[in-house]
């Protein structure tokens, strides 16, 4: 919001990325990644290591088993799908979506910005949820769902999107236990 205000709208829409990265990186370690893997991730800050979390993608399809909806977003990130998530990819790469709402070219219209604020919600929300999935909540749940609500019939209404079926109001439980002993202490 900070960066819309700013009118920096595409820093901001560079941002959505790198959150949605975060979210499912957190779901993944919640519910597909092993003991195993998350022990063997390194603890060292290092740049350039070979181990690390999986790719967007890749998490995604882990996530699939948990989440099935998701392998719409894994098919759009896909080489040989339906590439309907590179709009991330463009965004934070400086694509051309980018490059052709700079000043003094057609910049950004009051729905872009619209549209990426409401992502930016939806990412937010998402990571917010993890939370949900491993505690009981309920002042976050009281906030969370129907937010998340409100938002899928503003996408239908406001943006044409196709109208979102009820979602549940809770998370399966994660079948991991733990990870073992704390990595930092």
């Known amino acids: 919001m900070s960066l819309v205000q700013l009118d920096a709208f595409g820093s901001a829409a560079a941002l959505l990325r790198p959150l949605l990265e975060a979210t499912a990186a957190a779901w993944w370690l919640t519910y597909a990644a092993t003991d195993e893997v998350i022990l063997g991730l390194p603890i060292d800050p290092v740049e350039g290591q070979l181990d690390d979390l999986p790719l967007l993608g890749d998490m995604g399809k882990d996530l699939q088993t948990h989440f099935p909806p998701i392998a719409k977003i894994v098919e759009g990130f896909a080489k040989k799908g339906s590439r ?30 619209s549209l990426t604020l409401v992502r930016a919600d939806i990412f937010g929300l998402a990571a917010a949820a993890v939370d949900l999935a491993r505690a009981d909540n309920t002042r976050l749940a009281a906030y969370l769902y129907p937010r998340r609500d409100q938002i899928g019939d503003d996408l239908h209404y406001i943006f044409g999107a196709e109208k979102i079926a009820p979602q549940p109001r809770s998370f399966p ?12 202490k």
Do not use: E, M
């Open 84 to 113: 309907t998530s590179k709009w991330l990819h463009q965004y934070t790469h400086g694509g051309t979506p980018q490059l052709l709402r700079r000043r003094p070219a057609g910049f950004w219209t009051n729905a872009d910005v």
């Open 173 to 184: 439980a994660p079948n991991a236990t733990c990870c073992g002993a704390p990595i930092f």
